[in-house]
Nanobody, 126 residues
Framework: QVQLVESGGGLVQPGSSLRLSCLAS????????IGWFRQAPGKEREGVSY????????YYADSVKGRFTISRDDAKYTAYLQMESLKPEDTAVYYC???????????????????WGQGTQVTVSS
């Protein structure tokens, strides 16, 4: 059974840090490229960060560049999103997604990803 399960979300104060995890099962994780997306209430889902297989390349949305770090541990079938200096505007449900090709821009919610997780809530508030 194919699954992506996110964890690590929560309620934190501005300036805090969180690390999100995305645990994969049921497919060859190391062959897949992983994207992190987020969706705030009333807004379109947006790409936050992306990592290719073998960690060859990493990409970030301008809004998180310098604050978020994406990584993966293929031996653990897990991808991570380390989030630093969190801001209220980072509040959203965060999703991880996996795709086996690089067709289409990674950050577009209309780009096809093979698998999606169920999401984890991140709330940044004082």
């Amino acid at each position: 059974q194919v699954q992506l399960v996110e964890s690590g979300g929560g309620l934190v104060q501005p300036g805090s840090s969180l690390r999100l995890s995305c645990l994969a099962s049921g497919f060859d994780f190391d062959w897949y490229e992983i994207g992190w997306f987020r969706q705030a209430p009333g807004k379109e889902r947006e790409g936050v960060s992306y990592i290719t297989s073998r960690e060859a390349q990493k990409y970030y949305a301008d809004s998180v560049k310098g604050r978020f770090t994406i990584s993966r541990d293929d031996a653990k079938y897990t991808a991570y999103l380390q989030m630093e200096s969190l801001k209220p505007e980072d509040t959203a449900v965060y999703y991880c997604a996996a795709r086996s090709n690089d067709l289409g821009p990674w950050y577009s919610p209309r780009t096809h990803y093979d698998y999606w997780g169920q999401g984890t809530q991140v709330t940044v508030s004082s």
